[in-house]
Each structure stands twice: as C-alpha cells, then as structure tokens.
C-alpha cells in the first residue's frame, strides 16, 4: 500500500462509517458511550460482523502507516542529500571569489608597484567583471527552464511577459506527489513569439535550493499524461548546454548498451544505479 492523502482520508471515512454502524446498533449518540455492557447487548452475528470489519480497517490502518514512515524516510533522504549538494555549490562559489580576489589583489599589488595607472584601471575593470561574473551566476542558479509547456496566451509576446503562463494544473502536479511548488518572482517566455514554436518559460523563484527541489521532482511529471512532453532544466550558459548536450548523447549510447540500469547525469557526469 502506498502512502498518499488521498487514501488517508478514505481510511479516516472508512473508520468514521462503521463506528457509526455499531452507534446506531447499540444505540447510543457518542463513541465514549460505547462500552463492554452496551456491547454485550448485541447479538454474536451483528458483534462478530462489526469486529471482522475493524480488524481489517486495523490492518490496512497500519500498512498505510507503514507506508507513510517509509515515505518520510525517503523524503529526509532526499532533503539532506539536497542540502549537501547546495552546501558543495555554495562552498565552491566561496572558494571561486577568494580565488579571483586573491589573484586579482596579488595582481593589484604589482600594479601599486609598477605605479602604472593604465594596469591600475586594468585591474579594477577586471575585478568588477569577476564580482559581476559571480554576482549572474548566483542569479542564474535561481533560475528554472520549462520546455514543451504549450503556450495558451493569444497576443503580442510582450504581453506574454507580464502573465502567468504557468497554468494551475501544471503547480497541482507537484502537489499531488507531495512537493510544493515554490513561489515565484518572476516568470516570463524566452524569445520573441513564432508561430508553430513553443518558447521556453523562465521562471525564478526565491532560492537556488527551489531550483533543486523541483528539478528532484521532475520526473513526477511524466505521470501526468499531459506533461509527459515537459522538461525541466537548470538555467544553463550556452558552454554548460554544450556540455549537456554531449552527456545526454553519452547516456542514450550506455542505455542502447545495457537498459537494465537506471542512468542519470549529475556533477557533470554519466551516473547509473540499478533498477531494483
């Protein structure tokens, strides 16, 4: 049995409905009523009926815990291998800027010794554009790229940028499997409109850590017959696409070889686990 809210509620009903049955049997208005002398007042059949049938709700009551226990399990899971990786990129952005500044403060350093104001002004245009480097790649790292999102908005695509184009629907996905759509500041359509042509949506939202939350649970979309066609994807420079482009080529050459693992690209390389 596998956990969802769905089934907890149809057990809670399911519990609700018979204790009601034996209210109304031994004749009584509130549970806490109930006790062995009103019990003894029915006959063995109708008891014996009523014990059969919460025995079973008992079972199912406690396979369905079960299910939510491990559900959580794999949730903290999830949550704390989320939250090593954002550690790991937020340390190498650290160690990437004390890299640049320490280099560039060593280079800043010869410049005072060679008093040339022409390095002098150099240097600090090459540390602005390190800091402005650093500075787009944090914003980037907030950012998530929907593919195959058909585009329902008549119009200009100027228009298009001041809408929503994410359609309810698209948001209940994830919250039907248990993950929250984040909020978001801004979602807008990537290029100018074309007809026949389905642009890309760029959504930000709040944090780098939303980022890698919904792309963990991408793939719960290909269980919604109308998003089979909706990728999900890290807003990447055009180097990083090129990159991916040939991982992606590399994976589907290792799944023609042996489709009896389960394949998947992170950090940069081809990783595989077995299906079962």
Same mark, same amino acid.
């Given at each position: 049995m596998n956990f969802s809210v769905d089934l907890l509620h149809t057990v809670e009903k399911d519990m609700q409905s018979e204790i009601g049955k034996l209210m109304k049997a031994v004749n009584v208005s509130s549970f806490s009523d109930i006790n062995q002398g009103? =019990? %003894?007042? =029915? /006959?063995?059949?109708? /008891?014996? +009926? !009523?014990l059969s049938s919460i025995v079973n709700l008992?079972?199912?009551?406690?396979?369905l815990c079960r299910s939510a226990a491990s559900k959580i399990d794999q949730m903290k899971t999830e949550q704390i291998d989320m939250q090593k990786q954002l550690i790991n990129r937020q340390q190498n952005q650290i160690e990437s800027v004390q890299k640049t500044v320490k280099n560039e403060m060593k280079s800043w350093a010869d $410049? $005072?010794?060679?008093?040339? #104001? %022409?390095?002098?002004?150099l240097t600090t245009k090459t540390v602005k554009e390190a800091v402005r480097s650093v500075n787009k790649e944090e914003e980037r790292s907030r950012n998530l790229i929907i593919y195959g999102l058909k585009e329902t908005v008549e119009g200009e695509w100027e228009d298009v940028l001041e809408m929503d184009p994410l359609p309810d629907f698209f948001k209940s996905v994830f919250a039907e499997a248990g993950c929250h759509f984040p909020d978001t500041d801004e979602i807008c359509?990537?290029?100018?409109? @074309?007809?026949?042509? &389905?642009?890309?949506?760029?959504?930000? /939202?709040?944090?780098?850590s939303d980022v890698d939350i919904i792309l963990r649970n991408a793939?719960? /979309?290909? &269980? +919604?017959?109308? !998003?089979?066609? @909706?990728? =999900? #994807?890290p807003d990447? &420079?055009?180097?990083?696409r090129i990159l991916h482009s040939g991982l992606v080529k590399q994976m589907k050459e290792l799944i023609k070889q042996d489709n009896s693992k389960r394949y998947f690209i992170r950090d940069n390389k081809v990783n595989c686990v077995s299906k079962s």
């Open positions: 009103v =019990l %003894q007042k =029915l /006959l063995k059949g109708p /008891l014996v +009926n !009523f008992m079972d199912s009551n406690m396979k $410049v $005072v010794k060679k008093n040339s #104001a %022409q390095n002098n002004q359509r990537i290029g100018k409109k @074309v007809p026949e042509k &389905t642009r890309p949506i760029k959504v930000q /939202l709040q944090s780098s793939h719960k /979309l290909k &269980t +919604n017959d109308d !998003f089979k066609s @909706v990728y =999900l #994807a990447r &420079t055009r180097e990083q």
